[in-house]
């Protein structure tokens, strides 16, 4: 049986004052036990949200990560660095550092594997374009983006990730991909890992689905069998929203 997730990004949105005050709008209340809760605010908050969710339910995970040790990157953030503020989860993949900044699948597997290595659970994304859905590809985009991302990460580490299919074309537009076609493409996705590794890594492995997730449509997407919870990006940013997503994973 796998616990499911559901993880909250809130990309660009929340200063201090206002992550303290949603974090503490979802350490008031008591959480379905049963579903893990991970945020990830800006970088420039972890540390306090760190602090405020020590003693709940609600892990705190980052956005991104660079790869490298450390060094002349300027503006980007290592691993070591969030390890030292109680960070040990990152968002990879995400469409919008592929489309905006340019993460090629080489970019993302690299801090995959280097996360990995350094103790950190992964949450790695990825999805088709619309074109992909619309031109048939989308099995094929996904099971690419699939080995590129996974490339070198062994059967025993994948108990360290967490995927989350994303297609590009439900983020945040207010279009879902319905039930019916997040659960076969999350077949897809466990028929992957079978292949890829084996039938046990297969049925370990969370996989959330993201795309205009809300409270009205959470339930029936999280009904099915291969989904395990959610990647939730808009509705996050409101409490109320949130915790009816967090509910309908139960
Ligand atoms: C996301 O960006 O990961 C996401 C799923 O966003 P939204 O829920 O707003 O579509």
Redesign the pocket.
Known sequence: MRTPIVAG?W?MNKNLSETKSLLSELTSVSLPSNVEVVVAPSFVVLESAVNTTSNSQVAVAAQNVNAAANGAFTGETSLNMLQSIGVNQVILG?S?RRDIYGETDEIINEKVLQSIEAGFRVIFCFGEQLSERKDGSHFEVVSKQLSSGLKGVTAEQMSQVVLAY?PVW???TGETASPEQAQEMHAHIRSFLSDAYSAEVASGVRILY????KPGNAKDLFANPDIDGG?????SLVASDFLAIVAAAE
Do not use: D, P, Q, R
């Open positions: 990004n990309k995400h919008e994303e439900a983020i945040g993201g795309g205009s997730v990647l939730i990006g808009g509705a």
